[in-house]
């Protein structure tokens, strides 16, 4: 818009200027062709003079006062040399001689078809027009050169050029301002769309269930771009379904390697405990009930672990039903601490009571496996430290359990949620990843940090509600 003003107002000034001109000729030659009229009418029937040179000056000497008034126009008359004769303007013969110019270019009418030279020229805004031309007797020869001048103020027509100007910017502002007011609405009702649909691609995820963009009007464009985003959800939903189905077909298959390797375990001693028993039964041993005592605990001890085995299995794969209820956070988490004897494990809290509505069971199950994880960092150590803190904090309750054990090596510190994952000789690496799913199931979190030799602090933070 405003590029379009500037050329309209570009044209329109030149546009001005030519028709002013135009105008300001096209007057003068009708003046022209009047007085030219008027002239040889004078020296055809007017006259008692010869029709001479020398007699120019006698025949116009009252009468070229008259047709200048009339036209409104300087008349001069110069003989064929160029030296003045009569002339309606005042004090002309102080300068009687035609100028070089024109009257070199008057050498070289006789080459033009209409023998006649016509000079524009402006000054001080005002427009001059000048014309030469030969004055025939009746016989058409020449007998003299006639000057015509015509001065055309402009200023009036400046003045309205000024003032059109003024008008159309005037105008041209109020487009702008509308132009820019409806920029703005349009390029936000753009950007409205392109920022609900940024807003959805920033929420896109390929673990959840993702919303699709409905806009009830939007450009060609845009739904274009909007259309694209739903059928990307579609194949993301798509591709979500058929990585879930891979990774539990993947979990599983780790699953079912790791139940073979843990149940192999004990079914080891127990094939050679029955071995070693066969070979050395003897019925008539004295010591014979304590061997077959023996050989009873042993199988009992291996069906444990395989009992145990199961259990941890089972509780991994399905979370235990949430019996939720108002505790004492306080209270439970020092109930938990109180099964372990050892000294240095310390228990820590701002707070008398802390309530929330949690599965005691379940709490009770993430503060022992957290210790226990504790106990197995700090063995070795000279001074071993094991704190538990609870505190509050707005809404939630944070439980942190520290150590200064040997620490989680940064190689490993992916890996520590991952099911059968351990760092330890014994064990089957679900714990962490157990928690980490109860604790998920009450929209919480669990985190920790760790540094080799220094210790490990795990955080577990607990909506009250």
């Known amino acids: 818009m405003l590029l379009a003003s500037i050329l309209i107002l570009v044209v329109t000034v030149y546009q001005y200027d030519e028709q002013t001109k135009d105008y300001n000729i096209h007057r003068f030659e009708r003046k022209e062709a009047t007085t030219i009229e008027t002239i040889d009418l004078e020296l055809t029937n007017k006259t008692s003079y010869p029709v001479k040179t020398e007699n120019l000056s006698k025949i116009f000497q009252e009468r070229i006062y008259e047709i200048s008034s009339i036209n409104k126009l300087n008349i001069s008359i110069f003989d064929l040399h160029g030296n003045l004769l009569v002339s309606s303007k005042t004090n002309a013969f102080e300068d009687s001689q035609i100028k070089p110019l024109s009257y070199n270019n008057l050498n070289n009418l006789n080459q033009n078809s209409n023998h006649r030279i016509l000079i524009s020229d402006e000054i001080d805004g005002m427009g001059y027009q000048a014309s030469y031309t030969y004055i025939h007797d009746p016989k058409f020869k020449r007998i003299g050169i006639l000057e015509l001048q015509f001065s055309q103020d402009n200023s009036e027509i400046e003045e309205e050029l000024k003032e059109f100007i003024s008008r159309l910017g005037l105008v041209y502002l109020l487009m702008l301002i509308i132009a820019i007011a409806l920029a703005y609405f349009l390029s936000s009702y753009i950007t409205r769309s392109i920022k609900t649909i940024s807003d959805k691609m920033q929420q896109t995820r390929l673990n959840e269930r993702n919303e699709k963009i409905m806009v009830d009007s939007a450009s060609s464009e845009i739904e274009v771009l909007i259309e694209a985003y739903n059928n990307m959800i579609d194949q993301l939903e ?29 079914l080891t001693p127990m094939r050679l405990t029955v071995q070693s028993f066969e070979r050395k039964f ?29 259990s941890a299995f089972s509780d991994f794969a399905k979370m235990p039903t949430q019996n939720r209820e108002k505790i004492n956070v306080v209270s439970v988490v020092k109930l938990a601490i109180d099964i372990f004897n050892e000294d240095f494990i310390s228990f820590k809290t ?30 070795n ?8 803190i609870v505190l509050t904090e707005k809404n939630n309750i ?55 030799g220094i210790g490990t602090i795990f955080t577990v933070i607990l909506p009250k509600e």
């Open 238 to 266: 798509e591709s979500a379904v058929k990585l879930a189905k891979s990774e539990r077909e993947q979990a599983w298959r780790e699953m079912a390697k790791q139940v073979a390797h843990e149940i192999k375990n004990p």
């Open 282 to 310: 003897n019925p008539e041993d004295e010591k014979i009930r304590e061997k077959l005592a023996e050989y009873s605990q042993t199988l009992i001890q291996q069906i444990d672990v395989m009992s145990s085995i199961a």
């Open 350 to 379: 701002t707070e008398k009571e802390l309530f929330a509505n949690l599965d005691k069971t379940q709490l009770i199950r993430v503060v022992t496996n957290l210790v226990k994880n504790a106990l197995q960092a700090i063995e």
């Open 381 to 388: 150590e000279e001074n071993p430290i094991i704190d538990v």
């Open 398 to 452: 944070k439980i942190i359990v520290s150590d200064n054990g040997k620490g989680i090596a940064e190689d490993v510190k992916d890996l520590i949620f991952e099911p059968k994952f351990t760092t330890k000789t014994s064990g089957m690496g679900l714990g962490l990843g157990m928690i980490k799913n109860i604790i998920e199931a009450y929209e919480g979190r669990i985190s920790f940090t760790s540094k080799e």
